[in-house]
């Protein structure tokens, strides 16, 4: 333990640093595992989604494959239910992998250097970012419902930007 403690934040500082610590080595966890399996992914992002058949028709400057309202969220039950299928692709997987592990990077840096400005803006952003993300899942794209998996996130993503503007004053001298 001797050997990693001169890389951890020191507690000295505040209760914030190792918490940007923690929720930033979670995250790159998250990162990792969101390119090895779907199986996390797909308990956060839990929605069931069936093509969206009320897109106007292709024209020469219009091509409903392209609309970001190409699926609409199942409901009940209709001729399309069936077919339903959740939207955690690979891809996507991969690409919040990356924007994960990104924050997690910020977040640990801030961690251990809490008074540089820059730094402590870009981790509250991570998490601003994040929150509007869940948030926008949750009620605009509908492909997230409120249970146990979300509570993590969403708390770490409001909680810590909360907290972080708080505390601009304690650790980001002007």
Known sequence: M?????????AAKGYLPPYLFFVGVVAIGN???NF????????????????NHA?????????PDDSV???KPASGAGKDTDKAKD?????????????TFFAGIIRIYTSLRPEDPSLYQLSILTHVVAAIHF???MFVYKSMTFTGPQGFPFAAAYCGTVWM??????????
């Not at 001797?2 to 020191?10: D, M, R």
């Not at 939207?87 to 924007?99: E, K, S, W």
Request: cysteine-free; proline content about 8%; hydrophobic content about 40%.
């Open 165 to 174: 503007v708080m505390q601009w004053g304690h650790y980001v001298s002007n």
């Open 135 to 137: 948030t926008s899942e």
């Open 69 to 71: 309202a190409i699926l």
């Open 36 to 51: 090895g399996t779907l199986h996390y992914t797909r308990r956060l992002y839990n929605g069931k989604f069936v093509p």
């Open 55 to 63: 897109l106007p028709a292709r024209t020469e400057r219009y091509n």
């Open 87 to 99: 939207q955690v692709t690979p891809l996507a997987a991969r690409l919040f992998g990356m924007y």
């Open 31 to 33: 990162a990792l595992q």
């Open 2 to 10: 001797e050997a990693i403690q001169p890389y951890l934040p020191s």
